[in-house]
C-alpha cells in the first residue's frame, strides 16, 4: 500500500524534477543501482524524453563481459523462440555483444588504463511513432554510486516492434525497480502512441 502511494506520489511529482538534457527536455521518473546490492554495476533509469518512454541502463563495470551475459541469459530466458518478439531479442543480444566488443578495443588503447571500469549506454525507447533500442559508448562522471552522462557516441540503432518494446520496459522495470505488475503499468502511462 505505502509502496503504491509513493509511486503515485513520484508519478505526480515527476513533471516538476524536469531537467535539461543535451538534445531535448527529460524528465526522470524512477531509478535504481544495478544489482540492488554493491557491488553496483550501474544503474536503471525510466525516463521521459519530450514525449518518448525511454528505460535507459547505464552500465560501469569492471566485468562489463559477466554483465552482458547475464542481460543475455535473461533476454534468452524472457523470449524463447515461442514467444512473439524472440527475433527483436536475438537481434538486440547479437548488437550488444558488438557494442561491448567495440567497447573493450577502444579500452584496450586509451591512456588511462589505471581505471579499468568499461561503459555502455542502452536506450529502450518508445515514441509516438517509433521503438527502437539504441546502444552508446558514454562518458561519464560518477556522484556517490549514482550516474552522470555527460556525453554518448551511438553504436547502433536498432529498430524493433513495439510490444517487443513496450514488454521489455515492462521486465526491466519489475527487475531493476522491484515493483508489482500494476505499480510499473502506472509508471509506464502514457504510452506514447498505440501498441
Known sequence: M????????????????????????????????????PPYQGEVRLIRRDSALIMQTILYSK?????????????????????????????????????????????????????RHLTLLIEFVLEKRHSYVALYAPILTKNGDYLSVQDKELLKKL????????????????????????EVLKLLRPIPGEL
Do not use: M
Open 2 to 37: 505505502i509502496r503504491t502511494l509513493v509511486v503515485c506520489i513520484i508519478c505526480l511529482l515527476a513533471p516538476t524534477f524536469a531537467f535539461s538534457a543535451q538534445e531535448s527536455s527529460e524528465v526522470l521518473i524512477w531509478r535504481a543501482l544495478i544489482p540492488t546490492k
Open 63 to 115: 566485468v562489463l563481459k559477466h554483465v552482458i551475459a547475464a542481460i543475455q541469459k535473461k533476454e534468452f530466458k524472457t523470449w524463447p523462440e515461442d514467444r512473439e518478439g524472440w527475433i527483436d531479442s536475438r537481434r538486440y543480444t547479437d548488437e550488444l555483444l558488438r557494442a561491448y566488443e567495440t567497447i573493450q578495443a577502444r579500452a584496450k588503447s586509451r591512456k588511462n588504463r589505471e581505471d
Open 159 to 182: 529498430r524493433t516492434s513495439r510490444s517487443y518494446l513496450y514488454n521489455n520496459l515492462q521486465e526491466i522495470a519489475q527487475d531493476s525497480f522491484q515493483l508489482e505488475d500494476h
